[in-house]
């Protein structure tokens, strides 16, 4: 039956293939023509266009005022115009010995001006192709004729390409001035097209014959074979019952053991490390599961020289035992194997070379026959062995007994691993009671450590800018003195040497031809105007750098160790000209505008280079933070800004509810994406930041308040919303405290 189907279906698919084959041929055979046929329209196109335009160039002068004349002229007229004979002997030299069959002119109103055929001259035509031609593009049509009128005689039976080419002079502004329909004999080509069809169709036909009649001999052959090999099938189809039967068997027994596998890994001795519970339901677990007579738990010494029992379970007595030891010297080969081999698997526990030598002590006087011992590893050493052994015949382990014995033995290692887990919490336990205790006294030592180290690395931070900052002053100073100095005698000196090359020029009008070409190489003119801006870059240049070290020199001020008057608006632009390269527009961010909203301030008695410092702290966290937002914010727009903001203010004192202090008032103001009341209630914290490891010390924002509040008596706080910027306020006391700078270190 089976046979019957299979031999149907090949049949039938035989007959489809055919059918399948046949269409596929047909179509494909039908899109090559089609595909033909519009690369020779193509082609055909692009001949006769090239063939137009050489043709109407040749004859440009003619072609383009007989075009123009010939709107006003009747068709009695063009047919016995003088130009029109012109252009028909001009077309038959042109159009000599080429494809070329028939020409015709279109005046831009659709009637013929000219045509090789004199009695189509002053016919409108209605032609899709005129129509489509009129707005300046080109379109060829391919179609047969039966019977059609050539230069000199009838030709028929013709595949012709029909091409309307507009034509357009440079002397006009019309789109076209007038369109050429020029008609080709392709004929040759199709029917060669044709035979190349033909051809495929036939060679299709050949090569499908060939290929059905190797298909027919396949299927006999094939025919054959099934016969044969359906009674093979019959044959094995028995085999595979009792296999299926057998396979059954060992499925429902590896379910079973599966399942007692989860029931022991759910057992709470295994993870509360209770080894004799743990031992004690794994041993009598599998002992059931395997229907064996002894299941026994063995653990290596420290020393790995002797094993001990440290569980038994007899399935006959339904008992638990212990305390059985065994030394390694006595047992050499099977100590060796328990540790080099995954498992050792005994059918023939007295012939096997691995436990050979429990025979006469061991297994005989037991009755034991056969032997299957998993190794028990922890951390990739052997600690142990959970031993099977077979009482009465010989048992041959099925790799399914074996699985469970391994699988079984894992258990076991996972017990140990409790039981020491276990321990260790424990001693854990008792040293975090230590360690708390320690680690309180630690916490309040380390305060008050990072509140010295803060302070002793802010006082060697400020001295050594102090140092930096006022040495490259200095030795800008000398050169740029040098430079600014000697600007006005170099300026001097060209005019003085411009007025003796104009004196030169007077008295000598003619210069020699060599002095004519240097001044020519060397853009006397361009040298002498370029020169002017020159010196006045140059000037503007060393003014800068002077400014640049006065800035330098105001802002390091190392010997300001005394409350002192200062102008906060010259060291908040003292601070803003150092970090002005900054601001400057960066690979990943634009230009950040600057808006500076300087109120009326009287001059502030405070510390001037570690207020300094603070305006520094301050506005490069600014910078870091619109940075950060750049390449953070989707919003192409975005402009970072940074606003100062100074005035005079009332404000509440820190000692005292009812005391209001007059002070300055300077806010640092960003656009940037601002920072959580989390962050704001940490901000000032020593060694507290937010940017990735190596980015910062999380010490600038601590220093800036202890300058303030502890140095000045003034205020720093700090106010933000997320997604709305953030704002630095410094309060610094108009009149000055006297205490409120104590155990602060002064720069030096």
Known sequence: MFFYQMFKWLYNFSIASLIAFVLATVYVSVIYRQTAIRDLVAVGESKNVALTRSFANSLESDLASFLHSAETFSNDELRSSLAVARLHRAVINEMKGLSVVKVKLFDRKGRIIFSTEGSEIGKITES???????????????????????FDNTIKDRQILSSYIPVQFESTTEPITGVFELYTDETPLVERLERTQRTILLAAAIIFGLLYAIVWLIFRQASHILRNQYAQLAATQADLAESHQELQQRVNQLHHQNQVLMELAKNKALHQGDLNGAFQAITEATAQTLKIKRVSVWLLDGNSTHIQCLDLFELSSRQHSSGIKLAATDYPNYFQALVADELIVANNAHTDPRTCEFSSSYL????????????????????????????GNERHWTSEEQNFARSTADLVSLVLEANQRQQAQ??????????????????????????????????????????????VGHEINNPVN??????????????????????YQQSYPNPTPEICQLTSEIELDFLVKDWQKLMHSMQIGADRLKQIVLSLRSFSRRHDDELKPTNIHQGID?????????????????????????????????YSSLLNQVFMNLISNAIEALSETTTQTDTPLYEPQILIRTQTDSVQSL????????CAVIEIVDNGLGISEEICQQIFDPFFTTKPVGKGTGLGL????????????????????????????????LQPNSSSDKNFPHCP
């Open 128 to 150: 899709q192709g005129f129509e489509a031609t009129r707005s300046g593009q080109t379109l060829t049509l391919h179609n047969y004729r039966k019977a059609f009128e050539s």
């Open 364 to 391: 005989t006087p037991l009755g034991i026959a056969s032997m299957m011992d998993a190794p028990i590893r922890l951390s990739g050493r052997t600690v142990g062995v959970l031993c099977y052994e077979q009482v």
């Open 426 to 471: 424990d001693a854990l336990r008792q040293s975090e009671a230590r360690e708390r205790q320690k680690s309180q006294q630690l916490t309040t030592t380390l305060s008050e450590l990072k509140d010295a180290q803060a302070q002793l690395i802010q006082a060697a931070k400020m001295s050594a800018l102090g140092q930096m900052v006022a040495g």
């Open 482 to 503: 040098f430079v600014s100095g000697n600007l006005g005698y170099a300026h001097q000196y060209f005019q003085d040497l411009s007025r003796l090359l104009e004196a």
């Open 574 to 606: 003292n601070t803003l000209l150092i970090l002005q390269h900054r601001l400057q527009p960066q690979k990943n961010r634009s230009e950040i505008k600057l808006v500076k909203d300087y109120g009326q301030l009287p001059l502030v008695p405070c």
């Open 655 to 662: 000692s005292s509810s009812e005391e209001v202090i007059n």
């Open 702 to 733: 601590s220093i800036s308040y202890q300058i303030v509040v502890e140095k000045h008596g003034g205020q720093l706080r700090c106010v933000s919303t997320p997604g709305a910027g953030t704002c630095f306020i410094i309060e610094i006391p």
